[in-house]
């Protein structure tokens, strides 16, 4: 049975594909103070000018600069395996295939976006780049994406991350970034909110704030998002572009697709180029997979809120549990964000996508059988997504139907091992119910 569809170098997408063109309105980000919609000028002391263009674009097609393409032919394209051992071991009639983006050297998809926000920012003459991190997968792609334009680069990484993946910290060095646990003595914010709780375990809303503040207070700086955003969905777009090409070369067309969820990109990424056949028409399921600790789309609100704790950001259209929820220290790090990106949650509002919340156990589980019949050790996050589809693999089973499922393995687990010892440890608590 073939298990590997690779496409040639020469193959590379050349264009990024935004959704927006083809999704109809899509909610404008709101100003916090005027809750009217934000103009460029705004949003201009935090992001350069062409990543601002590409936040509000309907354009469908966006070239994508010559550049970006030599940087990210250092890893792209990316591996699409079908998971031949897997569907084995589940005696399965489904067909499961999966987009390998742990193959970038940063580890997880990460880096298709930071190559191409630091390069907007070196031509628009930024020094230094200012950031937060989860799990620390952003931190250390944009570190590299900075370090390969020439960049400064300031990392702000949840405590508790920063705390249980001090590796992650390690290879943001090596690329010549400097990080801070947050929340850090370095902002006011972190101030404040270190002086209300000296434990405080952080989140990704408070290191957003971190970092926001660090960029207006300094000049030079300029912010960067790893997620959630408009630009960020449709920088990952490579992942989905190449991926319809590849599942052409092995003659099928997915009946499912499914990514985890923190803030949407890599889900998005992968989904968005056949989301566009699915507006068309054609029959598929999309599933967002997040973790039941942290349920935002499964259980959040649908409606405008704030992106960070100190309520700075402009205001996005989207489910979220809150801007002031701080979620328990699981180990899938990248997946402790409050909101959802605003493309992701209106996907799931329109009825577009399905959306599932998991277990860390079982979600562990799955990521074991996963490593021991395919021989990745896959990301806690992308964990998520193997669950979803070892369900979905079995009621194929029990239906006793052939289904051609395709997921997103966001990323690698090495720098993850203490999360495997705890599980394997039985250390590891059922996050059900939270
Ligand atoms: C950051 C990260 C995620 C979650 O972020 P999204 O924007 O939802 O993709 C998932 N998997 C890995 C490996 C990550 O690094």
Known sequence: MQRQFNLEQNEMPQEWYNIAADLGEVPPPLHPGTQQPCGPEDLAPIFPMAIIEQEVSTDRWIKIPQEVQDKLALYRPTPLYRATELEKALKTPAKIYYKYEGASPAGSHKLNTAIAQAYYNK???TKRIATETG???????????????????????VRCSYDQKPYRKSLMHVYGAEVFPSPSAQTQFGQKMLLEDPNCPGSLGIAISEALEDTVTHTGVKYSLGSVLNHVILHQSVIGLEAK?????????????IGCVGGGSNFGGLVMPFMADKIAGKNLRAIAVE???CPTLTEGEYKYDFGDTAQMTPLLKMYTLGANFIPPSIHAGGLRYHGMAPLISLLVKKGLSEAMALD???????????????????APESAHAICAAIREANIAKEEGREKVILFNLSGHGFLDLGAYDSYLEEKLMSTAGK
């Open 291 to 293: 973790p039941s600790a």
């Open 245 to 257: 090409k590849q599942m052409k070369k092995a003659g099928v067309y997915p009946d499912i697709i």
């Open 360 to 378: 860390q156990l079982e979600v562990f589980e799955s990521a074991v059988l996963f490593a021991q019949t395919e021989g990745i050790l896959p």
């Open 123 to 125: 031509i628009e003459g």
């Open 135 to 157: 799990a620390g997968q952003w931190g250390s792609a944009l570190s590299m994406a900075c370090n390969f334009f020439g960049l400064g680069c300031t990392v702000y990484m």
